[in-house]
């Protein structure tokens, strides 16, 4: 049996590529395409996380234009217990700063 010249094989393939929506690609490069065919998956992921709800300081920001005071209990016990804690010498460290009042940035930081 004889076989074809490979350019009768590249237009037999180049025509059913051209049928089936496929992409020519002869060099089998790695081009992505099965990647890029498949469905978005934005809009899926974005259904399964629950929408952004009320938070207080979206309340605060609502009446505080109109001269109302809100408390944060939770952020208000917070604070005092940082204040608590400071007074008996256990609040954070202090940061480092170096000669001209500036603090110092560790080795691995980037520079902004």
């Known amino acids: 049996?004889?076989?074809?010249?490979r350019?009768?094989?590249?237009?037999?393939?180049k025509a059913q590529c051209r049928l089936f929506s496929y992409t020519f690609n002869p060099e089998r490069l790695r081009l992505g395409n099965k990647v890029l065919r498949q469905r978005l998956r934005g809009p899926a992921l974005a259904a399964y996380y629950p929408r952004r709800t009320l938070?207080?300081?979206?309340?605060?920001?609502v009446y505080s234009p109109l001269g109302l005071e809100t408390i944060n209990g939770p952020q208000f016990e917070r604070l005092e217990a940082i204040e608590?804690?400071?007074s008996r010498g256990k609040g954070p460290p202090t940061k480092k700063r170096t000669a001209?009042?500036?603090i110092?940035?560790?080795s691995?930081?980037?520079?902004?």
């Open 108 to 112: 691995n930081q980037t520079p902004r």
């Open 55 to 61: 938070t207080f300081r979206d309340l605060q920001d």
């Open 7 to 13: 350019s009768r094989i590249l237009d037999l393939a």
């Open 84 to 86: 608590r804690a400071k």
């Open 1 to 5: 049996m004889a076989s074809l010249p």
């Open 104 to 106: 110092a940035r560790s």
């Open 100 to 102: 001209s009042g500036r």
